[in-house]
């Protein structure tokens, strides 16, 4: 049977891990016969290599910067999500609801009676309610004062919002047991994959030179790399080190200006090189080149770009919190290691130290990914839930 699916998401910015992972399974059901649309307001043409023949894009160009302020502009992804309602396909078979779009769910299931079934998919309770509502707003300037009791007032929203949608799901089992200690219902995971076609495109080998650390981020306060930058820091201070490695932070976003400005603080900005943003087709030369992966998000749900570096053999470096603890397995594939400098540095010394070590880590790595990810099985899995829900 075929399956029309609206995928909703207000904004897809610099691709990043959210963007792969609703173009990956709206590709995968693509694949599978079914017919997938992806309503948004902005669509960054960054997203568009990822966006598969099959999958229908709609979307409003609706503007949703009205402040210097990123972290201010993420407020329109949610005031501005009802716009998209109008764009969604009145005989779609299934909706699914991402991140902010979770605003339109009450719409969705009033005053019809026939009721489209909601697909709630939350990579993890929205840190700004949860987590990181301190840390956001310290970076809001005067605004804080005004959002910071409207924050407190959109956790009651928020969690009835779920509670309306017809089932959950997430990436991994530790978004799962956030999602159940918050919400009190359980979410089903669902299998995310790479680009394996992609990522065997570029040959895997090390160049010679310098050795590479490399980081994939968002740069975000939430991605740590903070601790990153003072993980090189302590690294540089190993003598054989000093001049034969370079740390590659690649991604973008609002806290880019303040950890460069840490770099120099910390006499590192010669050895730590901010690639900006990559596009996806040329990501796969900086894991080539890598002799590491170093991973220092906070509680991240996932990360697919852990999962990319590890399907390129590089041995991964993560702090043992998430559901990186998932997807790395402690002296086999990597290391998993508390979240400090000292510590971070520690592994990646055990690493650089031993070829051998690095290149056993990374075969392992790469069998693990094989084994247990791809976008066909995440496919499976909705398709499942659907079956689920309509039972």
Same mark, same amino acid.
């Given at each position: 049977?075929?399956? &029309?699916?609206?995928?909703?998401?207000?904004?897809?910015?610099?691709?990043?891990?959210?963007?792969? %992972?609703?173009?990956?399974?709206?590709?995968?059901?693509?694949?599978?016969?079914?017919?997938?649309?992806?309503?948004?307001?902005?669509?960054?043409?960054?997203?568009? !290599?990822?966006?598969?023949?099959?999958?229908?894009?709609?979307?409003?160009?609706?503007?949703? #910067?009205?402040? $210097?302020?990123?972290?201010?502009?993420?407020?329109?992804?949610?005031?501005?999500?009802? &716009?998209?309602?109008?764009?969604? #396909?009145?005989? %779609?078979?299934?909706?699914?609801?991402?991140?902010? %779009?979770?605003? *339109?769910?009450?719409?969705?299931? &009033?005053?019809?009676?026939?009721?489209?079934?909601?697909?709630?998919?939350?990579?993890?309770?929205?840190?700004?309610?949860?987590?990181?509502?301190?840390?956001?707003? $310290?970076?809001?300037?005067?605004?804080?004062?005004?959002?910071?009791?409207? /924050?407190?007032?959109?956790?009651?929203?928020?969690?009835?919002?779920?509670?309306?949608?017809?089932?959950?799901?997430?990436?991994?089992?530790?978004?799962?047991?956030?999602?159940?200690?918050?919400?009190?219902?359980?979410?089903?995971?669902?299998?995310?994959?790479?680009?394996?076609?992609?990522?065997?495109?570029?040959?895997?080998?090390? /160049?010679?030179?310098?050795?590479?650390?490399?980081?994939?981020?968002?740069?975000?306060?939430? $991605?740590?790399?903070?601790?990153?930058?003072?993980?090189?820091?302590?690294?540089?201070?190993?003598?054989?080190? &000093?001049?034969?490695?370079?740390?590659?932070?690649?991604?973008?976003?609002?806290?880019?200006?303040?950890?460069?400005?840490?770099?120099?603080?910390?006499?590192?900005?010669?050895?730590?090189?901010?690639?900006?943003?990559?596009?996806?087709? !040329?990501?796969?030369?900086?894991?080539?080149?890598?002799?590491?992966?170093?991973?220092?998000?906070?509680?991240?749900?996932?990360?697919?770009?852990? *999962?990319?570096?590890?399907?390129?053999?590089?041995?991964?470096?993560?702090?043992?919190?998430?559901?990186?603890?998932?997807?790395?397995?402690?002296?086999?594939?990597?290391?998993?290691?508390?979240?400090?400098?000292?510590?971070?540095?520690?592994?990646?010394?055990?690493?650089?130290?031993?070829?051998?070590?690095?290149?056993?880590?990374? /075969?392992?790595?790469?069998?693990?990914?094989?084994?247990?990810?791809?976008?066909?099985?995440?496919?499976?899995?909705?398709?499942?839930?659907? !079956?689920?829900?309509?039972?």
């Amino acid at each position: 049977m075929t399956l &029309r699916f609206d995928l909703v998401f207000p904004r897809f910015k610099l691709l990043s891990g959210a963007e792969r %992972a609703i173009l990956g399974l709206a590709g995968a059901l693509a694949e599978a016969g079914h017919h997938p649309r992806i309503i948004c307001h902005q669509f960054d043409d960054s997203c568009r !290599e990822l966006l598969a023949p099959g999958v229908e894009l709609v979307r409003s160009n609706t503007n949703l #910067d009205w402040s $210097k302020n990123r972290y201010l502009n993420a407020v329109s992804d949610y005031l501005l999500s009802f &716009r998209l309602v109008r764009l969604l #396909d009145p005989t %779609a078979d299934v909706r699914v609801v991402f991140g902010p %779009a979770l605003l *339109i769910t009450r719409c969705l299931i &009033r005053n019809t009676r026939v009721r489209t079934p909601v697909i709630y998919y939350c990579w993890e309770p929205p840190r700004v309610l949860y987590q990181d509502r301190l840390l956001v707003l $310290k970076r809001l300037g005067v605004y804080r004062h005004l959002l910071s009791p409207l /924050l407190v007032i959109y956790r009651y929203v928020d969690r009835y919002l779920v509670s309306l949608a017809d089932a959950t799901c997430t990436s991994s089992a530790f978004a799962a047991s956030q999602m159940q200690a918050v919400y009190k219902d359980e979410a089903t995971v669902v299998t995310l994959g790479i680009d394996r076609n992609r990522l065997d495109a570029v040959e895997q080998k090390r /160049l010679s030179g310098k050795k590479i650390i490399l980081t994939v981020n968002y740069l975000h306060p939430r $991605k740590r790399v903070d601790l990153i930058i003072r993980t090189a820091s302590v690294l540089k201070k190993i003598d054989e080190y &000093r001049d034969t490695y370079e740390w590659v932070v690649v991604g973008d976003g609002p806290e880019r200006s303040r950890l460069e400005t840490l770099a120099r603080d910390l006499d590192v900005a010669d050895c730590v090189t901010f690639s900006g943003f990559v596009a996806d087709q !040329e990501l796969p030369k900086y894991y080539a080149q890598a002799s590491c992966y170093v991973h220092a998000a906070v509680e991240e749900s996932l990360g697919l770009s852990v *999962i990319e570096a590890a399907y390129c053999g590089c041995p991964v470096i993560a702090v043992n919190e998430g559901g990186v603890k998932e997807t790395v397995k402690d002296g086999i594939s990597g290391f998993l290691v508390p979240a400090t400098a000292q510590d971070l540095a520690n592994a990646v010394d055990s690493v650089l130290r031993s070829a051998d070590c690095g290149r056993e880590m990374g /075969l392992s790595g790469r069998q693990l990914v094989i084994a247990n990810h791809s976008w066909t099985q995440g496919a499976k899995d909705i398709l499942k839930l659907v !079956e689920k829900i309509g039972t």
